[in-house]
């Protein structure tokens, strides 16, 4: 199943190796994309990450790679004419790469984020994601 993996998900299975979110991104049967802007936001919450975590910067370097390398990132040039429609229905202009990554590869976009429901793209909670196994 093809998926559009949002910075919640990965940031949830960075702070948590024991978590159902973790084991998911490893599925096999998962192919998960991303906009290259989840890299930035990962970035930008490191130091938050490494506390709630209680992983050292190391282990937090090692736990991002194998994460990542899960994932497909995507450049904004590769969908970037799905921006306009993506900024009508996302209802976080935070969140309109993740849905215009979305609407391109015509999948739905893993989040945890509710807010995110209320736009008209499918988005799947991790809860949701596990119902589909």
């Not at 199943?1 to 190796?17: F, G, K, P, Q």
């Not at 309109?96 to 793209?121: R, V």
């Amino acid at each position: 199943m093809e998926l559009v993996i949002d910075a919640n998900i990965v940031i949830s299975a960075l702070i948590s190796d024991e978590g159902k979110t973790r084991e998911l991104i490893f599925l096999p049967n998962f192919s998960l994309s991303a906009p290259e802007y989840l890299l930035e936001e990962i970035e930008k919450y490191a130091g938050l990450i490494i506390k709630k975590s209680d992983l050292n910067e190391k282990s937090f370097e090692a736990a991002k790679s194998l994460i990542f390398s899960r994932i497909k990132f995507i450049s904004v040039s590769e969908f970037k004419s799905f921006i306009d429609k993506a900024s009508e229905i996302c209802p976080d202009e935070n969140d309109e790469e993740y849905f215009a990554l979305a609407l391109k590869l015509n999948c739905p976009l893993w989040s945890n984020d509710k807010k995110l429901k209320q736009g008209s793209l499918k988005v799947l909670t991790t809860s949701e994601v596990l119902s589909l196994l």
